[in-house]
């Protein structure tokens, strides 16, 4: 397939990424759990992405993300992405 996702724990933000394959080209839904905290905000190539305010309105959006209950949703279209949370 070729498709990639990455997760790097750089302290203050942390790192998610993608790369499409033949299989994984149509976009992916980063979850990370046990988050004690809201992030400060989520970016992707320098621009911040929308806070969509929950699960349910992530998944009618393009991309963005959401925070419930300790847990992260971070949603990003197809092609070579990386997404940036900030802490």
Known sequence: DGGEVGQEDLGATLQLSKKDGSE????????????AKKPAGVSESG???????GAT???????GWAFENGTLWVKLPSGPKTAIVTR
């Open 47 to 53: 621009a911040p992405l929308n806070d969509a305010g």
């Open 57 to 63: 309105a992530l998944d009618a959006a393009p991309s």
């Open 24 to 35: 994984l080209k149509y976009g992916v839904v980063f979850e990370v759990v046990g988050l």
